[in-house]
């Protein structure tokens, strides 16, 4: 089967929507490149024998998206919002898993890129930005659609503002704001 271009996945999206399997069968090789792409950009830097790799991370996100009978998705940037965010749970857990019982420590400068090029190392700052996250969704839930959609989601700017209906002036405003507000509220959480 010839897989199809990029710009078939939001048709395909809708037909599986509807019920249609062929739609599925034919999203799939598309759908599954482009989230391994992303999940290379969150892993990337990281060494050989890492314990998340990131065929380990999209299979994981993968398994998740397609568990959903018929979603009712609305275009190729809410497929990939979802997936960001299941990817973003996946990295959560993973940290989680990895920090039980630990403490973290240091007086490191947050970054989210960095913290986002996960590694075992940035694990607690993987549950900090989590934790933020969560804190912001609670009073600004746009913001942190943004950094999903951008960090996590590999959204550009333009696209971001596209899958949000908003102008990308107000994306870069939001988007200084809360990567503001993340960096100051992660920084009040380090112990000591």
């Given at each position: 089967?010839?897989?199809?271009p990029s710009n078939e996945i939001t048709p395909l999206l809708l037909r599986w929507s509807r019920g249609d399997p062929d739609a599925?069968?034919?999203l799939l090789p598309v759908v599954y490149h482009e989230l391994h792409k992303l999940a290379q950009s969150y892993l990337r830097g990281?060494?050989?024998?890492?314990?998340?790799?990131?065929?380990?991370?999209?299979?994981?996100?993968?398994?998740?998206?397609?568990?959903?009978?018929?979603?009712?998705?609305?275009?190729?940037?809410?497929?990939?919002?979802?997936?960001?965010?299941?990817?973003?749970?996946?990295?959560?857990?993973?940290?989680?898993?990895?920090?039980?019982?630990?403490?973290?420590?240091?007086?490191?400068?947050?970054?989210?890129?960095?913290?986002?090029?996960?590694?075992?190392?940035?694990?607690?700052?993987?549950?900090?930005?989590?934790?933020?996250?969560?804190?912001?969704?609670?009073?600004?839930?746009?913001?942190?659609?943004?950094?999903?959609?951008?960090?996590?989601?590999?959204?550009?700017?333009?696209?971001?503002?596209?899958?949000?209906?908003?102008?990308?002036?107000?994306?870069?405003?939001?988007?200084?704001?809360?990567?503001?507000?993340?960096?100051?509220?992660?920084?009040?959480?380090?112990?000591?």
């Open positions: 089967m010839q897989t199809p599925l069968d034919r990281e060494r050989p024998d890492h314990t998340l790799q990131p065929t380990a991370l999209i299979n994981e996100a993968y398994l998740r998206l397609i568990k959903q009978d018929f979603p009712e998705w609305q275009s190729r940037r809410h497929f990939f919002g979802i997936a960001a965010q299941l990817m973003r749970q996946i990295l959560v857990d993973h940290a989680r898993a990895r920090t039980a019982g630990k403490r973290g420590g240091g007086d490191r400068k947050f970054s989210l890129d960095e913290t986002l090029a996960f590694t075992d190392e940035k694990a607690v700052e993987v549950v900090a930005l989590d934790d933020a996250l969560l804190s912001l969704a609670k009073f600004d839930e746009r913001k942190v659609q943004i950094i999903e959609l951008r960090y996590f989601g590999g959204l550009s700017l333009e696209e971001t503002a596209a899958a949000l209906n908003l102008s990308i002036t107000t994306i870069g405003h939001e988007l200084r704001l809360a990567r503001a507000w993340l960096r100051r509220e992660m920084e009040a959480s380090k112990p000591g």
